[in-house]
């Protein structure tokens, strides 16, 4: 029987995680063991559960409590409840989906052990829009890579809005971080730098085509690739435009190339 606990203090410290410490306090990077995530909506608390995610406790209306039975009865967690009018008093509080759970962070893989199995792999640098990240995300698993690589500079998979934009596929398709492009040309993959150059070769390019472990590295949504990140890739790939436009955002160019450049 889930441990149901009224709210009755809107300042109490178990209430934290949800509605007053940020994003970056919430990842505690001096304390990675100790961090959390905020999972939003019963279908991607699901997907972290089901990819063994640690349920830590869940705040939601109470009227969601009787739609979420299945999953609380497999969590002996507290779950803080209260009616919408009362939660809607949590200064920054935006329950648009009715149900959050606080979770506790996954330790990330090495490089070699997400990708042993891996024939295509998307690599993100610089990303800082935590929507772009989760519609990457999304993209990313319905189109048939095999895993996501992150620069350091990159923003959270996990944070809230890029969970929810990414409809829990975050903890569907295996990622990490990646220092720099070398390590990706040591394990045997080739290297595609999605940018405008004069060296580019169009995304339907048979021989980029045919590459048996090809990685797919996107840029920042303003600068796009860094220069020597280009010059390090072994093909640098446009998507041919029509009426004059010269490129497409990162998260619809994404998509673009992962069907493009799926492994057949």
Same mark, same amino acid.
């Given at each position: 029987?889930?441990?149901?606990?009224?709210?009755?203090?809107?300042?109490?410290?178990?209430?934290?995680?949800?509605?007053?410490?940020?994003?970056?306090?919430?990842?505690?990077?001096?304390?990675?063991?100790?961090?959390?995530?905020?999972?939003?909506?019963?279908?991607?608390?699901?997907?972290?559960?089901?990819?063994?995610?640690?349920?830590?406790?869940?705040?939601?209306?109470?009227?969601?409590?009787?739609?979420?039975?299945?999953? +609380?009865?497999?969590?002996?967690? /507290? %779950?803080?409840? @209260?009616?919408? #009018? $009362? !939660?809607?008093?949590?200064?920054?509080?935006?329950?648009?989906?009715?149900? +959050?759970?606080?979770?506790?962070? /996954? %330790?990330?893989? @090495?490089?070699? #052990? $997400? !990708?042993?199995?891996?024939?295509?792999?998307?690599?993100?640098?610089?990303?800082?829009?935590?929507?772009?990240?989760?519609?990457?995300?999304?993209?990313?698993?319905? !189109?048939?890579?095999?895993?996501?690589?992150?620069?350091?500079?990159?923003?959270?998979?996990?944070?809230?809005?890029?969970?929810?934009?990414?409809?829990?596929?975050?903890?569907?398709?295996?990622?990490?971080?990646?220092?720099?492009?070398?390590?990706?040309?040591?394990?045997?993959?080739?290297?595609?730098?999605?940018?405008?150059?004069?060296?580019?070769?169009?995304?339907?390019?048979?021989?980029?085509?045919?590459?048996?472990?090809?990685?797919?590295?996107?840029?920042?949504?303003?600068?796009?690739?860094?220069?020597?990140?280009?010059?390090?890739?072994?093909?640098?790939?446009?998507?041919?435009?029509?009426?004059?436009?010269?490129?497409?955002?990162?998260?619809?160019?994404?998509?673009?190339?992962?069907?493009?450049?799926?492994?057949?």
């Amino acid at each position: 029987m889930a441990d149901v606990r009224e709210i009755t203090d809107l300042s109490a410290p178990e209430l934290d995680a949800y509605v007053r410490l940020t994003d970056a306090q919430l990842r505690s990077k001096q304390e990675p063991e100790k961090g959390i995530f905020i999972a939003e909506s019963p279908h991607v608390i699901e997907h972290a559960l089901a990819a063994g995610c640690v349920p830590l406790s869940f705040l939601m209306e109470r009227k969601k409590i009787a739609g979420m039975e299945a999953i +609380l009865s497999r969590c002996d967690v /507290p %779950v803080y409840t @209260a009616d919408r #009018d $009362v !939660l809607a008093q949590l200064t920054g509080f935006e329950m648009t989906r009715g149900v +959050l759970c606080a979770m506790r962070r /996954p %330790v990330s893989a @090495a490089v070699q #052990d $997400v !990708l042993v199995h891996a024939h295509r792999v998307a690599v993100l640098e610089g990303l800082v829009d935590t929507s772009n990240m989760g519609a990457i995300f999304r993209s990313a698993a319905a !189109l048939g890579m095999d895993a996501v690589l992150l620069s350091p500079t990159c923003c959270d998979p996990l944070s809230r809005r890029a969970l929810r934009v990414s409809m829990g596929t975050v903890f569907q398709i295996p990622w990490t971080r990646i220092d720099n492009i070398e390590q990706l040309h040591a394990l045997g993959f080739k290297t595609a730098a999605m940018a405008l150059c004069d060296r580019s070769v169009s995304i339907d390019d048979p021989a980029l085509m045919q590459e048996d472990k090809l990685a797919i590295v996107l840029g920042n949504e303003g600068n796009g690739l860094k220069n020597e990140t280009i010059a390090a890739c072994s093909y640098v790939v446009r998507i041919p435009m029509a009426h004059g436009v010269d490129s497409l955002n990162v998260a619809a160019a994404s998509a673009v190339a992962f069907w493009q450049l799926r492994a057949r």
